[in-house]
Structures are given as structure tokens and as C-alpha cells.
């Protein structure tokens, strides 16, 4: 057996597919980043209130452009990596947009703010947070600056962490995975762990990070897993991403993963930061997290059966179809209602 080369699917194996994607991402980061701080900035006038905004304050430009960068790059290796490593169609990835596709996706959005909505309440009425204000600028910047950062911020990374680790990185998993002594089903859900353990080892380099928050945020990916690999499409990971993250941070004022968000809709002070509530890290670390989760896998659960009339792993997402790189619909769709 080649171990770089498959035969079999003329292709790449797909770990070399894995690298050479993350790498392409890397390159076109650095690239907009270029593009970004030494041709556009010069355009804007020293005066701007962009200029204002923490806009120079990282390594990507600022908390304004590094998520816009990201996903940038994201699209741009993840529509050359298809092309030309996994002979796919980009719609492959989980992108098999129809009426389904967007139910799908505010539901996710409505299942993400719902089980954050339930945290903030429960921590509340326990005391163990406490409100402190609303809508209160911080940092030294306006109110109107802090909410386009947080609206950008969270749609960009749900979009892109969904898109690398589960559209990309988990499917071509589940492929190379796919092996002679190991079933289909078995493939898709090794995939999904290794996946959720390196988005986990991930953000261990976040604030506050512990042991704790690894194995919570282990299970946010396999919660997170959960609607790709019943549904075959990324509009259920996608929509319950951005929704947990812009309500934990952006609403309710709780870190996200370790790191606060600008100018929250309620300012909180954490009263109790045990390892129920996840003190710093944010929820994301505490039990209370875990429960969340539960509550949001189950809802996930009743959605899939209602809108598929049954709930089963998508096997057929480890087994490689070059022959939909010519057709406009995928088998996963077709059962959609």
C-alpha cells in the first residue's frame, strides 16, 4: 500500500490532504493580512474611527479583521484544497444549500441561544452571577464599535472552526478512516473524536484553560459533531456555533472559552466560580456546560428525527464519491424534506 498516494480514488491519503489544506490556509492568511495592513490601511485616513477601535492591537490586524482573515482564508484553501486534493465539489463540504439546508441552520441558531439563555438564568436565580450593567461600553471603546466586533467576531469563527475541523478535517477523517477492517460507521465516529480531541488540545492555549475545560470542550466537539454527522451538512454545526458563542459572550456576558467579549449587552461579576459555573474560562468549563449540551444534543436529536423521520449516523460520509464531483445533489440531500 502507498502510504501517500490511494490508488484506489487517485489521490492524496488523507492526512497529506489535511496538512497541505491547513497550509494553504496559513499562506492565504498571511497573504490577506499583507494585503490588509500594508495596501488598504495606508488608504485609511489617520482620523477614521477604524483607526480607533484596537484595530493594530494582534498578530491579524485587530479583533475587527482577524476573524474576517480567517475566514477568508478559510474559503479560499477549502475551495483549492477540493478542487485539486479531494476532488470534490466545495457543496460537498456540507454546503448542499436548499429550504432544508437553512431550516437547518436556525435551528441551530435557535437550539445555540436557547441552552445559553437556560445558563445565564440558572446561574442568576442560584446567585452565582450577578448583573452589572447594560450595554456598557469597556476598554475605552464606543457601544456601537463593541457590537460589530462581537457580530463579526462570532459569525466568522462559527463559520470557519465548522468548516476546517468538522467540513473539512472530520470528513476527510472519516474517508482515510474507512479501511478494509474498519466499517464506515466506525470510521465516522473515530473521525469525530480525534477531530473533537484536537479542537480541544486547540484551546488549551486559551486564558484560564485546565483539565476541566479539555474534557468540556472535548464534548462541545462531538456536541458540536453531532448535527454533521446526522444531517451530512454543516447548517446545524454552523448555526448552534454562532448562537452559543455571540449569546455566552455577546449577551450575556460570559467568557468564551477564556476570552471576554467587547462590550457585552449585560455586564455580569461571577459570584461563584467553581467548577460548575467554569470561573473564568466561562461555562464552556463548568458542569453547568455539560448540561447545556445535553439539553442542546437532545433538542438536535428531536429536530433530526422530525425533519429526516429518523435518526442515523451518515455512513456514506466515509465512503469517497468521485462521481459527485459531476452531479448538483448528494445522496444526504435527497432524503431531506
Aim: charged share 15%.
Amino acid at each position: 500500500m502507498n502510504p501517500f498516494w490511494n490508488s484506489d480514488e487517485k489521490r492524496l491519503r488523507a492526512l497529506l490532504r489535511i496538512g497541505l489544506q491547513l497550509l494553504l490556509f496559513l499562506l492565504f492568511a498571511l497573504g490577506l493580512v499583507f494585503i490588509m495592513s500594508d495596501l488598504l490601511l495606508p488608504l485609511i485616513p489617520e482620523n477614521s474611527p477604524l483607526l480607533q477601535v484596537r484595530i493594530r492591537s494582534n498578530f491579524l490586524f485587530g479583533e475587527l479583521t482577524s476573524p474576517l482573515i480567517a475566514l477568508g482564508g478559510t474559503l479560499l484553501s477549502m475551495f483549492l484544497a477540493g478542487r485539486f486534493l479531494d476532488r470534490r465539489p466545495f457543496r460537498d463540504f456540507g454546503f448542499h444549500r436548499g429550504q432544508g439546508w437553512w431550516k437547518d441552520f436556525f435551528i441551530g441558531l435557535g437550539v445555540g441561544a436557547l441552552v445559553m439563555a437556560m445558563i445565564f438564568l440558572v446561574e442568576m436565580s442560584l446567585g452565582w452571577v450577578r448583573v452589572t450593567g447594560f450595554f456598557a461600553p469597556n476598554g475605552g471603546n464606543p457601544l456601537w464599535a463593541g457590537i460589530l466586533v462581537n457580530l463579526v467576531t462570532f459569525i466568522c469563527v462559527g463559520i470557519y472552526e465548522e468548516m476546517l475541523f468538522r467540513g473539512y478535517i472530520q470528513r476527510n477523517l472519516m474517508e482515510g478512516l474507512n479501511l478494509r477492517w474498519l466499517t464506515p460507521r466506525l470510521a465516522v465516529i473515530l473521525a469525530m473524536v480525534i477531530t473533537s480531541t484536537v479542537f480541544s488540545i486547540l484551546h488549551l492555549m486559551n486564558p484560564g484553560a485546565s483539565l476541566m475545560s479539555f474534557l468540556n470542550i472535548f464534548l462541545a466537539g462531538i456536541f458540536l459533531s453531532l448535527g454533521f454527522i446526522l444531517t451530512g451538512e454543516l447548517a446545524l454545526p454552523i448555526g448552534l456555533h454562532i448562537a452559543w458563542n455571540f449569546f455566552q459572550g455577546a449577551v450575556f456576558g460570559f467568557p468564551v472559552s477564556g476570552v471576554s467579549a467587547v462590550s457585552p449587552f449585560i455586564s455580569i461579576e461571577q459570584v461563584n466560580s467553581g467548577w460548575m459555573t467554569g470561573g473564568v474560562f466561562g461555562p464552556e468549563a463548568g458542569g453547568i456546560g455539560i448540561l447545556a449540551m445535553l439539553l442542546g444534543a437532545a433538542l438536535i436529536l428531536l429536530w433530526v428525527k422530525k425533519s429526516r423521520g429518523s435518526i442515523r449516523l451518515r455512513e456514506e460520509l466515509a465512503v469517497y464519491h468521485p462521481s459527485n464531483r459531476e452531479t448538483k445533489t448528494s445522496p444526504v440531500t435527497l432524503e431531506q424534506k
